[in-house]
């Protein structure tokens, strides 16, 4: 049960990956449909962009579009800019559909006989990064939190013990732009983050626009170093760096909600990925754990560990570098030991070090259930609790959802964590690389968490970009990633329904006119080509 007798790779998790070779570049006619397919989406970005200024999650006050004599014409027209919001956001998951023909190519004939290059994929995805790091925050206004707990800290208060109303008054104006459901409720982030936000609000003072760019800078530093880190990873794991970037960092969900969105997950994600391969390079290298080596893990381990003071769940990271280190040097359990008691010294030298340098503290300990208040349909324990209580309701049985949710939430944690340690297990034997198993770990406790939103779903999926290549993982992912993409509204909370539907139907139409008008331009439809022999290396052998 527990996979210590290491049952054949093709009944476990393992049969999500094959190797998959790099290809040749792409031909002159692709190259021109590659630069079509980029300005295509580029488009889209700036469409995003522009509908944003009417249709974002602008703040409440210090609005710099408002009285403005074109710009704040948006924010007037709300159904006109929601319309080119959405019409902005399906265009961009469509060129990113069209651009994965470039990455990983169709399932019906294999992988593609060329491959656009990293240089082309960079260049792509910084176009259509751009517009988006310009523009007013879209689909959350978690921003505004930041902003307020910034503050808080900034002033010398306790951000884990006081809300933003309370610790700056409930006319402050960085508190009225705070969600309601938030303004009483203290941060649940840790130091690290809120150290940086500190340092933040001292230059930015109350100014929101500023504060919101300073942030974003923070995102994209986290982006930067996905994007680094993600093909690194991949060729460790057999997989195309082209194709692990385009479904990992090229995802539309990143683009949404990590650069648009302004979410800290961007720097965590970032600090977790670069720091696994940072210990990777130490631990899977021929050469003996010492010098630079010995530097390289220490340092690895340490990037990790700092990136569980952003936000805790990357800290499972550090157990599959763990048992990667302790498969070296030997895989018993005196090894295990080794290992572990290494990697936890270092995580509790990091913790101490950010909790006392920040002056912080261990408070942040207390408030990470915080976001548990809010009943989440993307949850699966969440769902199943509040289904159950609502048939409950017309069954006459009273409304039981609350105490529904206090079983279905521990039973899910439980299975996550067994989960876990199944996946802990399969990279000591050998079984799995210790990033397939890392993503398939965070990606069931995203699915078994009490609260999931969007962008939760990038800490499985980007992992798994850079090891899992079969269809049964990508076409999964690659659905979800889209539909998810699509279906929030920019402004972070919700319209009227009649101004959803009214701009629902001009994208539909736009969309629909816009794939008409390029479908000789842009390739909608697969050309067949003959199919990549598969290489399947499900085992993950490391070094003796």
Known sequence: MLGLDAPPADHTVAVLHYDEREAPGLTPRELVQLRHVRWFGGTGAVLMAIGALGAGAQPVLQNPTQGVRVLGLFARTQTSSLAIAMTGTVVVVLAWLLLGRFAIGSTSSGAPLRRLSRSQLDRTL??????????????????????????????????????????????????????????????????????????????????????????????????????????????????????????????????????SGVHNEALMLGLMLAGMEIALSAIESAAPLRGINLVLLLGGSSVIALSS??????????????????????????????????????????????????????????????????????????SVGVITGFGGVLLGLGDHTTAVLSLTRPIAALIAAFVTLRMLIAVLTGRLHAVGALGVSLGTLVLLFPVVQPWYLLWGVIPLAAWATTPAFRIPTIVASSVVSVILMPNGAEF????????????????AVLIALTRNVLPWRAEPGPAQPVQRTNAYAGPS
């Open 126 to 259: 910084l176009l259509w990064i751009v517009p988006l790091s310009v523009a007013p925050p879209m689909f959350s206004r978690d921003v505004y939190s930041y902003l307020a707990q910034s503050e808080i800290t900034a002033r010398g208060l306790d951000p884990y013990g006081v809300g933003p109303a309370q610790a700056l008054g409930v006319d402050h104006v960085l508190t009225r732009t705070v969600p309601t459901i938030w303004r009483d409720t203290p941060a649940p982030y840790g130091p690290f983050f809120l150290w940086l936000g500190r340092a933040i609000s001292a230059v930015t003072g109350d100014n929101i626009v500023v504060g919101i760019f300073m942030h974003r800078l923070l995102a994209l530093l986290g982006v930067a170093l996905i994007v680094w880190a993600l093909p690194r990873l991949a060729r460790r794991c057999g997989v195309a760096a082209v194709s692990a970037l385009w479904l990992g960092a090229a995802n539309p969900l990143l683009l949404f909600h990590l650069v």
């Open 309 to 382: 003071t952003i936000k805790i769940p990357s800290l499972i990271a550090l157990g599959f570098v763990g048992m990667a280190l302790a498969r070296r040097w030997g895989g018993n359990l005196r090894a295990i030991a080794a290992a572990s008691g290494l990697l936890l010294a270092v995580a509790g030298a990091v913790t101490l070090l950010i909790s006392g340098a920040s002056t912080l503290g261990f408070g942040w300990i207390h408030t990470l259930g915080t976001a548990n208040a809010v009943r989440s349909w993307m949850s699966l324990p969440t």
């Open 496 to 511: 009227q329904p009649i101004t959803i539907v009214q701009a629902s139907i001009a994208t539909i139409i736009t969309c």
